[in-house]
Each structure stands twice: as structure tokens, then as C-alpha cells.
């Protein structure tokens, strides 16, 4: 069963770089078909979807947060990586990460909260 866990600081000062790490345990993010994904829902809003890296190494971010995001991984600890900059407080959100097969999330993580705010 694949599992993953979001990490990182739960506030971030506007302006700066928000940071995530996924980890994922019992697969692996190289598997081949699998993309990994991050998404975020804001207070009162529906979720929104972030980008993803696939199995393969290469990334597709959606086109409204392209200019600010990257998504990278480091296979030897089987983690996928999260950096959005400039971020500003409508980026307070609960962000997730999780993974499928494309335009599939049949594994997610717990989620964890990140607030934007000096």
C-alpha cells in the first residue's frame, strides 16, 4: 500500500518560498505510469490542482501557477519536492500531496496546513 506524508513549515511570510516535501513509502515514485502530484484546497474553496512530476522525471504545472512553481524529486529518498515563490496570503491553503496513475489520485496524504502571513 502506497503511503504518503507531506512536510514543511505551516507558516510562511509573504513574498517568500514555500516549501513541501513528500515522502513516500511502500512504492516507488519511479514506478513506471505513476504521476505525483501535489494539490491544495483553500479555506472555504475546492481543490485545486498544483502540477505534477511523473514517473519519468518530467513536470506539468498548471498554467495559472506555472510562473511561481517547480516540482523536483530526489529518487534516493523516494521524495517529491514542492517550491512555490512569491507567495502572498490567498496561497493559504491546506496543501496535499498524491499520486495515481494520470488524472488519477488514488493515494493521498494527510495534508498538511500552510499559512501565508508576516
Known amino acids: 500500500q502506497v503511503q504518503l506524508q507531506e512536510s514543511g513549515p505551516g507558516l510562511v511570510k509573504p513574498s517568500q518560498t514555500l516549501s513541501l516535501t513528500c515522502t513516500v513509502s511502500?512504492?516507488?515514485?519511479?514506478?513506471?505510469?505513476?504521476?505525483w502530484s501535489w494539490i491544495r484546497q483553500p479555506p472555504g474553496k475546492g481543490l485545486e490542482w498544483i502540477g505534477y512530476?511523473?514517473?519519468?522525471?518530467?513536470?506539468y504545472y498548471s498554467p495559472s501557477l506555472k510562473s511561481r512553481t517547480s516540482i523536483s524529486r530526489d529518487t534516493s529518498k523516494n521524495q517529491f519536492t514542492l517550491q512555490l515563490s512569491s507567495v502572498t496570503p490567498e496561497d493559504t491553503a491546506v496543501y496535499y500531496c498524491a499520486a495515481g496513475r494520470l488524472h488519477k489520485y488514488d493515494y493521498w496524504g494527510q495534508g498538511t496546513q500552510v499559512t501565508v502571513s508576516s
Open positions: 511502500g512504492g516507488s515514485i519511479t514506478t513506471n505510469y505513476y504521476y
Open positions: 512530476i511523473a514517473y519519468s522525471g518530467s513536470t
